[in-house]
C-alpha cells in the first residue's frame, strides 16, 4: 500500500477521493478526522474539485479523474470490440499524417502506396497484418509487436507488400503542450511535507461505499484552471520502467502490453498527457519527449511538478 507523508492524511484523502473530492495541502492540515463529513457537505462532488484556500473565482482548480466503469468477465464479443475500437482510434491518428489504401484495395495500384493495419503475426522476414478488408504478409526487417496499428509505405508484388518505410501514430511536433501555474506532487510512500504542491496525487487504493478498491490502471485526471488545462496519465507497471519502452509506448500512442491479447481503450493515448507517471520498481528517472514530461518511480519516492516550468524535482 502506498503512503501519504502521514498516515492520518492517507485516510483523508482515500475518503475525499472516494466522494470524488481531492484538497491541496494546505487545506489538507486544516481538515480533522471528525470534520470530513462536515467539508465535504460543502463541496459540490459533480466532480473531482481540488479545493484551495482563498481561491477567486475563475481561478480555482479542479480535475477530472477517468475512471472506466465496472466490468463484469469479458466475452470474446467484447474482446473483440477493443481491439477493433483500439486499431480504429490509432488508425485515425495515422490517417493524420499519411493517405491510405485499404488491403483489398492494394492490388488496383502499381506505384508506391500506403497502408495501415494491425500487426496479425509474425513470419520469417516479416509480419502479417490485416484491416477491415483483408490481410497481407509484408516484408520488412523492421522490428514490431503483435497487435502494433502502424502505417506501412511500400509496394505489393506477388501478393506480398514489401515495405519501404513503417510509420508510427507517434507525438505529433504541432502540439501545443499544457501549462500552468500550479505544482502537482507525486507521491509514492516517502514520509515528507509536501511543502509547495496544490494537488497530491497518489497510486493509492480508495475506499467508495464501505469497500476498498484501486484506481483505474492507467489513471486519467484532467487539471482545469480557467483556459488552461493539464493531463496526468499515471501508469503501473509490473517490474521496472525502463525509458526506452516509455517511449515506444508514446510513439505507438499505446500504454503497456495486453495480456491476454484483449485491448483496453483507456490505454490508447489520446489525448495526449502533458505528464506521464510510470509507477515501477526502478531507480527513478525523468525525459521529456515532444513536450510529454515523463517520471517514474517507485516506493519510497516523491516528485514535485512545475506544470509552468515542466521542472521535475525527485526525491
Same mark, same amino acid.
Given at each position: %500500500?502506498?503512503?501519504?507523508?502521514? %498516515?492520518?492524511?492517507?485516510?483523508?484523502?482515500?475518503?475525499?477521493?472516494?466522494?470524488?473530492? %481531492?484538497?491541496?495541502?494546505?487545506?489538507?492540515?486544516?481538515?480533522?478526522?471528525?470534520?470530513?463529513?462536515?467539508?465535504?457537505?460543502?463541496?459540490?462532488?459533480?466532480?473531482?474539485?481540488?479545493?484551495?484556500?482563498?481561491?477567486?473565482?475563475? #481561478?480555482?482548480?479542479?480535475?477530472?479523474?477517468?475512471?472506466?466503469?465496472?466490468?463484469?468477465?469479458?466475452?470474446?464479443?467484447?474482446?473483440?470490440?477493443?481491439?477493433? !475500437?483500439?486499431?480504429?482510434?490509432?488508425?485515425? %491518428?495515422?490517417?493524420?499524417?499519411?493517405?491510405?489504401?485499404?488491403?483489398?484495395?492494394?492490388?488496383?495500384?502499381?506505384?508506391?502506396?500506403?497502408?495501415?493495419?494491425?500487426?496479425?503475426?509474425?513470419?520469417?522476414?516479416?509480419?502479417?497484418?490485416?484491416?477491415?478488408?483483408?490481410?497481407?504478409?509484408?516484408?520488412?526487417? !523492421?522490428?514490431?509487436?503483435?497487435?502494433?496499428?502502424?502505417?506501412?509505405?511500400?509496394?505489393?508484388?506477388?501478393?506480398?507488400?514489401?515495405?519501404?518505410?513503417?510509420?508510427?501514430?507517434?507525438?505529433?511536433?504541432?502540439? !501545443?503542450?499544457?501549462?500552468?501555474?500550479?505544482?502537482?506532487?507525486?507521491?509514492?510512500?516517502?514520509?515528507?511535507?509536501?511543502?509547495?504542491?496544490?494537488?497530491?496525487?497518489?497510486?493509492?487504493?480508495?475506499? #467508495?461505499?464501505?469497500?476498498?478498491?484501486?484506481?483505474?490502471?492507467?489513471?486519467?485526471?484532467?487539471?482545469?484552471?480557467?483556459?488552461?488545462?493539464?493531463?496526468?496519465?499515471?501508469?503501473?507497471?509490473?517490474?521496472?520502467?525502463?525509458?526506452?519502452?516509455?517511449?515506444?509506448?508514446?510513439?505507438?500512442?499505446?500504454?503497456?502490453?495486453?495480456?491476454?491479447?484483449?485491448?483496453?481503450?483507456?490505454?490508447?493515448?489520446?489525448?495526449?498527457?502533458?505528464?506521464?507517471?510510470?509507477?515501477?520498481?526502478? !531507480?527513478?528517472?525523468?525525459?521529456?519527449?515532444?513536450?510529454?514530461?515523463?517520471?517514474?518511480?517507485?516506493?519510497?519516492?516523491?516528485?514535485?511538478?512545475?506544470?509552468?516550468?515542466?521542472?521535475?524535482?525527485?526525491?
Amino acid at each position: %500500500m502506498t503512503h501519504l507523508y502521514i %498516515m492520518e492524511k492517507e485516510d483523508i484523502v482515500r475518503k475525499l477521493l472516494s466522494r470524488g473530492v %481531492m484538497v491541496s495541502p494546505d487545506i489538507l492540515e486544516k481538515i480533522k478526522d471528525g470534520d470530513v463529513d462536515a467539508f465535504l457537505e460543502k463541496t459540490d462532488t459533480g466532480a473531482c474539485a481540488v479545493v484551495g484556500a482563498g481561491a477567486k473565482e475563475g #481561478e480555482r482548480l479542479s480535475c477530472t479523474i477517468g475512471a472506466p466503469g465496472e466490468r463484469g468477465e469479458m466475452t470474446p464479443e467484447d474482446a473483440a470490440g477493443a481491439n477493433a !475500437e483500439k486499431y480504429e482510434r490509432i488508425r485515425k %491518428m495515422l490517417l493524420r499524417k499519411v493517405d491510405a489504401v485499404s488491403i483489398n484495395n492494394l492490388g488496383r495500384s502499381s506505384s508506391k502506396v500506403c497502408v495501415i493495419g494491425m500487426v496479425k503475426d509474425k513470419v520469417n522476414g516479416g509480419f502479417v497484418i490485416e484491416d477491415g478488408t483483408g490481410e497481407i504478409e509484408v516484408r520488412s526487417s !523492421e522490428s514490431v509487436d503483435l497487435d502494433d496499428v502502424i502505417g506501412i509505405r511500400g509496394w505489393l508484388r506477388d501478393r506480398t507488400f514489401f515495405a519501404e518505410e513503417i510509420l508510427l501514430p507517434d507525438i505529433p511536433m504541432s502540439r !501545443e503542450p499544457g501549462s500552468m501555474d500550479n505544482t502537482i506532487l507525486l507521491s509514492c510512500g516517502a514520509a515528507v511535507h509536501p511543502g509547495k504542491a496544490d494537488v497530491i496525487l497518489t497510486p493509492c487504493t480508495i475506499q #467508495e461505499n464501505g469497500k476498498e478498491k484501486n484506481l483505474p490502471n492507467p489513471a486519467w485526471i484532467f487539471l482545469d484552471k480557467g483556459k488552461k488545462k493539464i493531463t496526468v496519465l499515471v501508469y503501473k507497471t509490473d517490474g521496472k520502467g525502463r525509458k526506452e519502452e516509455a517511449l515506444q509506448w508514446l510513439k505507438k500512442r499505446y500504454v503497456g502490453k495486453d495480456s491476454p491479447p484483449i485491448a483496453k481503450k483507456e490505454r490508447v493515448l489520446e489525448p495526449i498527457p502533458d505528464i506521464f507517471w510510470i509507477v515501477s520498481d526502478n !531507480e527513478p528517472w525523468t525525459e521529456n519527449y515532444k513536450g510529454v514530461s515523463l517520471v517514474s518511480f517507485g516506493e519510497g519516492h516523491n516528485a514535485r511538478v512545475d506544470l509552468k516550468k515542466r521542472k521535475i524535482e525527485v526525491s
